[in-house]
């Protein structure tokens, strides 16, 4: 008779699980985002409180046209980069992306040079590659 029963059934539906973790991942995925916007909002506010104060200062002295130029050109630049900063940030992960692919390219390729100098002094390392090239035309 036996003292020990092992059950092997599942506790948890896999579904379920499923379901779970990809809520997980969105608010995760989604968190950065939030934070960066905030961040960027932050950032925005006080340049934009400290021109205020730049353009109180300039009153006082008397060149308040120039500085409420500047102010406004300012202010503009920084919305634009608040707008534009996550398709930005995108592009910049792509460029990122391709620089990576053709340095793995270049590495390979140079990889292969080696191997096909190689063979061309050994025939039985030109043998493999031959059979190799042929499985792969398959």
Known sequence: MSNFIYNSYCVEHPGVVQVYQSQEEQQRA?????RSRANALVAFT???ALMLLAQQIASAWGSASMIN???ILLLMGLASLALFSAPVR????V???GWRAWVESRQQAAADERI???ALQDA??????ARAMERQSR
């Open 30 to 34: 989604a968190a950065p985002r939030s």
């Open 124 to 129: 039985r390392l030109m043998a493999d590659l």
């Open 46 to 48: 006080a340049l934009a």
């Open 95 to 97: 460029v990122r992306a």
């Open 90 to 93: 995108r592009a910049a992960l």
């Open 116 to 118: 096909w100098n190689a």
């Open 69 to 71: 130029a500047w102010a």
